[in-house]
């Protein structure tokens, strides 16, 4: 009988021992879980992308009651920061800079001089936030589009001229993908819409207002980037 016993614990404990032995090879042979349609379930994309830009920005007038006013394109460069609240759209908050001058074609005498002149150097900023809509697609490009509200602040470097701000808004649309790990790329254009509404001066300096607004309007510019972004 203890015999019979002994054999039996034996027999059983031997069975534990290969049980234990085996389990971990069977865990490493189980296959993912999959959606429905055949789809692996896969690690969640990064909420956070930083995007960095660069490319050439252009337009930029306004008629004024001396003549026109001209912010001619120039190099700018572009920097966002932009969380995924949703698996396809973003909250994303965007800095624009545009190192320019101001010139102006003027209808008559302005100053002691007629036409066409340079009155300062110039930088632009915008900074926008609003909400960017992505489509995604089983290539390797994905388009996106958005629109965005916020400030915009000419910046002259003369004294004689002081800085103006006001609201802009702003529409975009473009391509992004990856490129290897967290690293991808992007192409963008935006239309920049500085929204000047009321009657007056602009760029007054020490000496008073010597550029007149003759009535609300808006200066549209737009810019063609391309660059990296970095999601994390």
Known sequence: MLFRLATASARWALLAVALWQAAPAARAQVAPPTY????????????WRFDLVGGRQFFGRLDLIQGRLRIPGSFNWSASLSYGWRSDNRFTVTYVNQPSELRLNSYGPFEGLVGDRRL??????????????????????????GGQLGLVVFDPRSARFGSETRMAASLTGGFRGNLTGPLGWKVQTMLLMPILWTEGGLFCGPGGCSIGLAGGSAILQMNANAGLTVSF
Not at 36 to 47: D, E, N, S, V, Y
Not at 127 to 138: N, R, V
């Open 36 to 47: 429905k349609g055949g789809l692996t379930l896969t690690k969640p994309p990064a909420p």
């Open 120 to 145: 300062t150097d110039l930088t632009v900023h915008y900074i926008l936030a609003g909400s960017i809509q992505e489509f995604p697609t089983d290539g390797p490009v994905q388009p996106f589009v």
